[in-house]
């Protein structure tokens, strides 16, 4: 699962990113992925500017973009350090795209999955109490687009984080709405681990079907409900594939 998908869905700006930002994009890859321990230092300017073949400035700009996002420490007289990652800006965009590639942590998933049931079943149940004629069209929407998609495995949970998505917007808080990067990245993340046949996507449809039918009735206990199972079962099922 490409990390394109989650920019995709956060409808990033299309542009060609810049000398600083491509190697920016590698080193913080290469971070969350682990080949560079918290504490560890990584290469000097010199040594990274000719594995990129780059400028020395345009490796300089790199670190300043990730020391923006907490994963380096610059420290003069001793090098540029990994931080720990409890130090990492967790919600920024880039740093949960870049664990989509990286090598599921179970740590890291139980965590995005602890946010989700704390905010997705309440988002169900206000969506239900809230929700307007267009964001029960935008969730019927997904739904039938996930029907259509679940010969596929990429296509299918690009619906499937548009239906959430949709869900979040007809709960009308601004601050789930801000939350949809970690639905984004738990669910692109997870894919890789439980949707490994596209055959179980038909169950999947169906409940999430119910959790729409509950939303469309005004039902926010049933919503509410249904959505709590549905994050429980998913989780189940993640750590199944963990333990096997």
């Given at each position: ?118 905010f997705e079943p309440k988002a ?56 949809e990067g970690v639905i984004y ?60």
């Amino acid at each position: 699962m490409s990390e394109l998908v989650y920019y995709d869905l956060k409808r990033a700006t299309k542009m060609t990113p810049s000398l600083s930002v491509q190697v920016a994009r590698e080193l913080g890859r290469r971070i969350v992925a682990g080949s560079f321990e918290p504490g560890a230092l990584i290469d000097d300017e010199n040594a990274l500017a000719e594995r990129f073949q780059v400028s020395r400035v345009v490796v300089r700009d790199a670190v300043k973009i990730l020391v923006g996002k907490g994963l380096l420490d610059v420290r003069r007289g001793i090098g540029t350090k990994v931080r720990p990652r409890n130090e990492w800006i967790l919600l920024d965009d880039d740093v949960l795209a870049w664990h989509i590639t990286a090598t599921p942590r179970l740590e890291f998933i139980n965590q995005l999955m602890d946010v989700r049931l704390a905010f997705e079943p309440k988002a169900a149940r206000w969506a239900a109490e809230r929700a307007k004629d267009e964001d029960i069209k935008e969730i019927e929407d997904a739904i039938v687009r996930m029907e259509e998609e679940k010969g596929s495995l990429e296509k299918f949970i690009v619906a499937d984080a548009l239906f959430h998505k949709a869900m979040l917007r007809a709960a009308h808080n601004e601050f789930l709405t801000a939350m949809e990067g970690v639905i984004y990245s738990a669910l692109l993340v997870s894919v890789r681990i439980t949707n490994q046949d596209p055959r179980n996507n038909s169950d999947s449809v169906a409940f999430h079907r119910e959790v729409y039918e509950a939303v469309k009735a005004g039902d926010g206990d049933q919503a509410e409900f249904l959505t709590e199972k549905l994050l429980n079962d998913a989780i189940r099922r993640l750590k199944e594939n963990f333990d096997g």
